[in-house]
């Protein structure tokens, strides 16, 4: 019985030591080596992008990968049977991206992308777009947000645009003020509106069909809709006093706003079907820069009822308002991440302005700018970077910080002030 | 019957006479060995009782030649007392007997008859008491040879038990040692295997923390892992430390996540300080191991 007990206990023991297990809990922060090798193309002539290098372009700036210098590539595979996996690995690269582009009948373009898993040895993506001659970038940002997704688990958010709004001196007393849309990569800019008057505030609809912004060219603050597609513009509040800060509801059916009509700065919502307008705070200190909550059933917005600004929200159904910041004596500009858990806003912290993060969740606020001065954040729809304005030397330029603060990067320079960028939402 | 029958009684007699002969024989060696057994046998407990009761036995006696000798003296004190009386009422009684003297004789007739009546009866009674006497003696005779024979049974019972309660004493005995050396060897054998043990744990736990490093240096996280993601990669190792296989075990259900702990595994490639390692310990414990990746150090 002894034997017999002493034998299981040994059998337990040498099956238990079997599945020893080692718990790994740490990682590194470092990018993950990726090639993606120039795309073919069978004809003489030139394309009017080199797609490969967007792609490569792309994935570099969101701060996850370390691109493959194309000279350091021992050959330029365009198919899965020219792949020779050993010479990539032992090139170090985690992952390489191959692809051709073909000219269609009809005058289109196809191109033709494979990603594979250098280690595993295995095909993760197989696919295509197509797309006119002009949309060669639009389609390589397409590409890059495919690879994205299928390497961090997360949707990519290249092919997206930004709006801001840049101001050039002409002389003592005049601007030149430009709101302008380019892509997330700061390329293809298009200029929307200009005017010798500020332009302040722009805001997205969820559709990305449509813009609000405030307008002083009638010589007050006024706001406007504008129709991206169309150019159709709509001056949509001519109130008394100060008329600013739009925010667009996730449906898309209701703006919201600050009117000081009443007396001091309020924020109201305006049913832009009907035009109707409901006044949502009653407070007497400044209530501004409204924006919604993900469910849109509530509106957060920036305050200094408590002395100094801080975050509040307010219910819209209920007027139940909670204070959502409490560290440092300056936090203004919220935004929420599209999964409503992460705040993003100005927060002062000993004089200077950054951007900083606060997670709903834990409470814990992490600055992510060092430089200072540093305004008006905006979210990439996936939630991964940051785009915000600040100062450099005496120019206002635009720069980028991923979500976890350890990306950052400059946007390219434009010809004077670049300030107030506003990313879209996913663009169809 | 037969002439040829009655040849056979001779024979038959004589082989009778000759059995019972040797049964008589083998009785007396029988008596023999018992006496001399019972010689063995004495026990100090029986004469320590023995003795005990004897003791017990002499007090009584002076108690009750004690008893005796109070109740003479009391019996002479009183029969002097009684003569006395006696005396005095001698005359009272002779002129009483003088009268009855007549009637006596009557009587004394008549008791004379009953008392040969009686005393015949009582012969025939003493006689028959006498048989009975007799026979009692003869059937306690014969139960004291059948007690007899019993106890000599009983005897030799007991002895035999002894000598088997001997036997399998010593045999016990002799399995007590053997389990002794069994266990000691036993007891030796596990401390070997205990130190062995030790000495293999020692060697997996470093071999772990070569694992776990050389692991650990590859690990990239994608930006989908959050603090919290488990998966488990089940690997397989070559006794040189090179890895020949990893696959998903448990996934976390987030692609991205789990193909970056395969790949760090794959990335780590191979873990040369393993080579070094004991092959039965490799055997056992490291040829193959799981994973969990459960990152903590995240921001989220």
Redesign the interface.
């Given at each position: 019985m002894l034997r017999l007990g002493a034998l299981l206990l040994f059998i337990w023991s040498s099956l238990a030591q079997a599945e020893l297990t080692i718990e790994i809990t740490q990682g590194v922060d470092q990018p993950v080596p990726v090639a993606v090798v120039p795309f073919g193309w069978q004809q003489a002539r030139s394309l009017p992008e080199d797609v490969a290098q967007i792609i490569s372009d792309d994935l570099y700036r969101s701060g996850l990968f370390a691109m493959m210098n194309r000279n350091n590539m021992l050959s330029f595979p365009t198919r899965s049977k020219e792949v020779y996996f050993r010479d990539w690995r032992l090139a170090d690269q985690d992952y390489m991206l191959i692809g051709q582009v073909l000219a269609e009948a009809d005058g289109r373009y196809r191109i033709n992308y494979e990603l594979y898993d250098v280690v595993n040895e295995t095909r993760l993506l197989a696919a295509y777009i197509k797309g006119t001659n002009k949309q060669f970038r639009r389609m390589a940002h397409r590409v890059a947000d495919a690879v994205y997704q299928k390497l961090t688990g997360i949707p990519g958010a290249f092919a997206t645009e930004i709006v801001y709004v840049t101001a050039q001196r002409l002389s003592q007393e005049r601007y030149n003020y430009r709101l302008e849309v380019s892509d997330a990569d700061g390329a293809n800019p298009k200029v929307i509106l200009q005017s010798n008057e500020p332009i302040l505030s722009p805001s997205w609809s969820r559709d990305g069909k449509k813009l609000a912004y405030v307008s002083f060219e009638t010589g007050r603050p006024a706001i406007f809709i504008h129709d991206k597609l169309t150019g159709a513009r709509e001056q949509v509040t001519r109130y008394r006093g100060l008329n600013g800060a739009p925010s667009w509801s996730p449906d898309g059916k209701t703006l919201a706003l600050t009117l000081s009509k009443d007396g001091n700065p309020e924020i109201y919502t305006l049913d832009i079907a009907s035009r109707k307008l409901t006044r949502v705070t009653r407070h007497y200190g400044i209530d501004t820069e409204a924006t919604w909550s993900a469910d849109g059933k509530s509106i957060l917005f920036t305050s200094n009822r408590g002395g100094a600004p801080q975050i509040y929200q307010q219910e819209l159904a209920t007027g139940w308002v909670e204070r959502l910041t409490f560290e440092g004596d300056y936090n203004a500009k919220a935004h929420l991440t599209h999964d409503g858990r992460h705040l993003v806003m100005v927060h002062r912290n000993r004089g200077s302005f950054h951007i900083a993060v606060q997670d709903l969740k834990t409470g814990r606020l992490d600055v992510l700018s060092q430089t200072s001065l540093d305004e008006s954040p905006s979210i990439a729809p996936n939630g991964s970077i940051v785009i915000y304005a600040t100062q450099e030397g005496d120019k206002e330029v635009l720069a980028a910080v991923s979500l976890d603060g350890q990306v950052k990067f400059r946007l390219p320079s434009k010809s004077g002030n670049v300030r107030e960028p506003a990313w879209s939402p996913y663009l169809q | 019957m037969s002439d040829g029958l009655k040849s056979y009684i001779l024979p038959t007699i004589l082989a009778l006479l000759f059995h019972a002969g040797l049964v008589m024989l083998t009785a007396t060696t029988w008596f023999e060995t018992e006496g001399k057994q019972v010689r063995v046998t004495p026990r100090h407990i029986n004469a320590e009782l023995v003795d005990l009761r004897s003791q017990n036995k002499a007090k009584d006696e002076a108690k009750r030649k004690a008893d005796a000798s109070k109740k003479a003296a009391a019996k002479k004190t009183a029969s002097k007392k009684a003569a006395a009386k006696k005396k005095a009422e001698a005359k009272r009684k002779a002129k009483q007997r003088a009268e009855k003297d007549k009637q006596r004789k009557i009587a004394q007739k008549k008791k004379a008859d009953n008392k040969r009546k009686a005393d015949s009866k009582r012969k025939a009674e003493a006689e028959r008491l006498s048989l009975a006497k007799k026979k009692k003696a003869d059937q306690q005779k014969a139960e004291q040879k059948k007690a007899d024979q019993k106890k000599a049974e009983q005897r030799k019972q007991a002895e035999a038990r002894r000598i088997a309660d001997q036997a399998e004493q010593e045999e016990k005995l002799l399995a007590q040692e053997r389990l002794r050396q069994q266990q000691a060897q036993q007891q030796a054998q596990a401390d070997a295997e205990q130190a062995w043990q030790a000495q293999a744990q020692q060697l997996?736990a470093s071999a772990?923390d070569v694992?776990?490093s050389g692991?650990?240096?590859?690990?990239?996280?994608?930006?989908?892992?959050r603090n919290g993601m488990v998966v488990?990669v089940r690997i397989r190792l070559l006794p040189t430390g090179e890895v020949d296989d990893a696959n998903i075990f448990k996934s976390s259900g987030?692609?991205?996540?789990d193909?970056?702990?395969?790949?760090?595994v794959?990335?780590a490639e191979r873990f040369p300080k393993l080579q070094n390692i004991d092959p039965v310990v490799f055997d056992?414990?490291?040829r193959?191991?799981?994973?969990?990746?459960?990152?903590?150090?995240l921001?989220?």
């Open positions: - | 997996v772990s694992i776990r692991v650990q240096s590859q690990w990239v996280r994608p930006a989908s892992a488990s987030d692609e991205a996540f193909r970056s702990a395969v790949k760090a794959l990335k056992r414990y490291l193959q191991i799981v994973l969990e990746f459960r990152p903590d150090d921001r989220y």
